[in-house]
């Protein structure tokens, strides 16, 4: 009769214990440094080796884009803001640019003909 | 209309014979100087179609590893082969086939102009429709083929990760559905990263074409200006060359024109094959 009292004594010990930790312990965790999107996007960035491509795509589109920064310009790709401005200038450019170019050209063998 | 000037003067001589060979030398000095400006032409022509294979020959291991990334590993295997094979394949023919027949077309129009009695026009015309020809079939096969093949494995692709999704957030107790959401996640960035370097492509590729083709107009309407002012003053035969090097910065431009846009529609579709595996989860 003693022993069975001692073995339940133990017993609601072990539980009352268990009780205690189980309130006492915290039940969340708080995460010292948040993961954004931002984050995955640029170590998906480096593990690809985007800035070698970056340095490609400037390599052969330097003579119609020298103004865009191809770095610049993903990033703003990656939130949809896409700076069309510089495109079209860049591209109002050339056609100017070429235009004053063949009507130099015109002029100078007009005036090579003239002179001989 | 110095030409027509000589002409007149020429024609005034005595001799025909003399004033015959003078005529042939102005058409030869007018022929020379529009050959130095057609070869320059060409040059930059060739450039820029190696330009635009080497640079694609960058984006697209790019491209298919980020569709990789995305989950798309059917569609990034069977697109690879294609898509590299295909711009390889239209490089060289641009470059080794169709720019010579437009040379063989050019001498060939320029030859006619000057005799008489040999017509070679309609071999001209046919050499250039048939350049025409060759570059609306590549581009529509080449359009169909990824197309057909892409839409076939983006949609097992799709069903594919959905089904890992869903075994993963089941039989895995507990963070099951955590994993599945991190993935979601992962995949999310890179197809987010992905469509994002398929823009910087395209742009690229218009960085490449654009100074060659608005130059390749400006000499064609240069060309056709010059053949419509010159034609009540000019020899006849003079008109009809200016119109014939109009006609052959013509078909340049169509070259360059239908490349570039082979390959911006390229990109477009492998961004978008991809996009459309994604929309089964």
Request: charged residues 15%.
């Amino acid at each position: 009769m003693f022993i069975i009292q001692g073995v339940q004594m133990r017993k609601i010990l072990v539980i009352s214990i268990l009780v205690i930790i189980i309130l006492f312990i915290p039940s969340y965790a708080i995460a010292e440094d948040e993961l954004t999107e931002n984050d995955i996007i640029n170590s998906q960035k480096e593990s690809i080796n985007i800035g070698k491509f970056l340095e490609e795509a400037k390599k052969y589109s330097s003579e119609a884009f020298s103004d865009i920064d191809y770095s610049e310009f993903l990033t703003s790709a990656i939130t949809g803001n896409i700076d069309n401005e510089t495109l079209g200038k860049g591209i109002l450019n050339i056609i100017g640019k070429e235009t004053i170019g063949s009507i130099r050209v015109i002029r100078k063998y007009n005036n090579y003909y003239s002179d001989t | 209309m110095i030409h027509s000037i000589l002409k007149s003067i020429s024609e005034g001589l005595e001799n025909k014979s003399i004033s015959q060979v003078a005529y042939y030398v102005q058409y030869i000095l007018i022929v020379t100087l529009i050959m130095s400006n057609f070869a320059d032409i060409i040059n930059m022509v060739k450039d820029s179609i190696n330009n635009l294979v080497g640079f694609c020959n960058t984006l697209i291991p790019i491209l298919i590893t980020l569709i990789m990334t995305t989950g798309s590993v059917i569609s990034a295997n069977l697109l690879q082969p294609i898509l590299l094979f295909i711009i390889t394949f239209i490089g060289n023919l641009i470059t080794n086939v169709i720019l010579p027949i437009v040379l063989v077309s050019t001498a060939l129009g320029i030859v006619s102009k000057i005799a008489t009695h040999v017509q070679l026009d309609r071999l001209t015309k046919f050499f250039n429709s048939s350049v025409v020809w060759i570059l609306g079939v590549v581009l529509t096969l080449f359009v169909s083929l990824l197309s057909i093949e892409g839409s076939l494995s983006s949609s097992v692709d799709g069903i594919t990760a959905k089904t890992t999704k869903a075994a993963v957030s089941s039989f895995i107790p507990v963070v099951g559905k955590i994993l599945g959401d991190a993935v979601d996640t992962v995949i999310g960035c890179a197809s987010i990263l992905k469509n994002a370097v398929g823009i910087v492509g395209i742009v690229v590729i218009i960085g490449i074409c654009i100074t060659p083709i608005i130059k390749l107009a400006l000499l064609m309407g240069t060309y056709y200006i010059g053949a419509a002012l010159c034609q009540p003053i000019a020899d006849e035969k003079i008109v009809k060359l200016l119109e014939q090097m109009g006609d052959t910065f013509k078909v340049l431009l169509a070259i360059l024109c239908s490349v570039s846009v082979l390959f911006i529609v390229g990109t477009t579709l492998v961004m978008k094959i991809s996009n459309s595996g994604l929309m089964y989860r």
